[in-house]
């Protein structure tokens, strides 16, 4: 075994887990699922099988990573975020043949109870601020707040928020640069 998971978490047989990868209390790893390496897994996390997560992903305590959600590489899901995989749900009608797919692409950051209703994706390094309702894609560096959740700003790749003059911005905090125009933010 080259990751660690606590003992009170169940790994079933099937599940594939990368190396480096810590899987802490309390956890649900079900077969089919795939953790890639050097990830943390928090508290009383649940890993559905066919959910697919990259390499160094931060998911923080009580998330469900539901199946049909693929999470890329860099991703960090803040504590108690929600996922979903029926749009739906009934308690007395099976959807399982329903479930769609949802997509979180690298860098992307999802904050503390944010939703991600499901069949979206969030583009590289979206950021999803805490409380917001992700109901539609959401572009590659966009800052998004609010229920249902609407682009406020950019998000450099680093993390800090930035301010675009001209239809340009370069980052404070780092100097990546990048190029604004018909609502997308690209890095120059």
């Known amino acids: 075994m080259n990751y660690f998971a606590h003992e009170s978490s169940y790994i079933d047989d099937g599940a594939e887990i990368g190396e480096g ?3 802490w209390h309390f956890c649900h790893v079900m077969p089919g699922a795939r953790i890639g390496a050097g990830c943390s897994i928090g508290q009383n996390v649940v890993v559905m099988g066919g959910t697919r997560i990259g390499n160094n992903v931060r998911i923080q305590n009580n998330v469900s990573i539901y199946e049909g959600v693929e999470l890329e590489d860099d991703v960090f899901c803040g504590p108690s975020c ?7 749900p009934r308690s007395h009608v099976s959807r399982k043949h ?6 979180v692409r690298r860098g992307a950051t ?6 991600v209703v499901c069949g979206v994706t969030l583009e590289e ?7 917001a309702v992700v109901t539609s894609d959401v572009p590659a560096y966009a800052l998004m707040v ?12 680093c993390g800090e928020r930035l301010q675009v003059a001209a239809g340009e911005a370069t980052c404070a905090a780092c100097g990546t640069k990048y190029r604004e125009g018909e609502g997308r ?4």
Do not use: D, H, S
């Open 146 to 157: 609010g229920v249902p959740a609407k682009r406020v700003g950019w998000m450099c790749q």
């Open 21 to 23: 990868t810590k899987i």
């Open 82 to 88: 929600v996922f979903t995989n029926v749009i739906n």
């Open 110 to 115: 999802i904050g503390a109870n944010a939703t």
């Open 98 to 103: 329903e479930y769609r797919r949802t997509l």
């Open 185 to 188: 933010l690209e890095r120059v």
């Open 125 to 131: 390094f979206a950021f999803i601020g805490a409380g």
